[in-house]
């Protein structure tokens, strides 16, 4: 089960989303979903945390960031949500999520499911 601070991080970045940007590249419904997606997301094994991206994707900070971890991960956050976009947040840029105003808008590269899945 995610801890209370956990879960905060998926509240906050809806909410700061939701309340600070004028121009949302998504509907306000969608970040609403994605936050039910943010709290499933917090329960995989290996999301350490997790908070929604104003682009639309879920950011995690990983417990491993081994390729093997990353691939099962991954996985499963595909398998819950086939049409999602998962983003891994490395080492490097930890420091920048720790700002729920900065999290929401890193740039990403996140990954689609439906490209990994071949259906898009």
């Known amino acids: ?16 989303i939701l309340e600070n940007a004028s121009d949302l590249p998504q509907k306000p419904q969608v970040y609403q979903q994605l936050f039910k997606n943010c709290l499933e997301t917090l329960q995989l094994s290996n999301v ?35 049409k999602g976009n998962l983003h891994f947040i490395g080492r490097k840029v930890q420091a920048q999520a720790a700002s729920i105003s900065r999290a929401v808008r890193l740039s990403t590269q996140s990954t689609p499911c439906q490209k990994i899945s071949g259906g898009g």
């Open 1 to 16: 089960m995610p801890s209370a601070a956990q879960a905060d991080s998926c509240g906050k970045s809806r909410d700061y």
């Open 48 to 82: 350490k945390d997790a908070f929604i991206l104003q682009t639309g994707a879920i950011a995690v900070i990983p417990r491993n960031d081994s390729l093997s971890a990353t691939a099962s991960t991954l996985a499963q956050f595909c398998t819950r949500f086939p």
